[in-house]
């Protein structure tokens, strides 16, 4: 089990004087996503597919997804063709 802190500082608007308040939430983490890569070498070209998949019994929308290249490496982004 998880725990979120959630911190306010405010001021009373009565008084005038500084408060806060904290409030702790428990919640269980759970992971929606399974990935899984792909890895395929083709005349010395190094490619790299990813698999992304729900494993939960509800949709999931993902507005965008975007993989950040590490040295020597290049990403590039590739859009589905529109329909």
Do not use: C, W
């Not at 005038?16 to 990935?35: D, M």
């Not at 494993?55 to 590490?70: E, K, N, R």
């Amino acid at each position: 089990m998880d725990r979120l802190r959630v911190g306010v500082s405010y001021l009373d608007p009565l008084t005038n004087e500084p408060k806060s308040l904290r409030k702790f939430y428990r919640f269980q983490v759970l992971n929606p996503l399974t990935i899984t890569f792909k890895h395929v070498l083709i005349q010395d070209i190094s490619f790299v597919e990813a698999k992304i998949q729900n494993i939960t019994q509800i949709p999931l929308h993902a507005d965008t997804i975007v993989f950040v290249q590490s040295p020597p490496f290049e990403a590039q982004q590739l859009t589905a063709p529109d329909k």
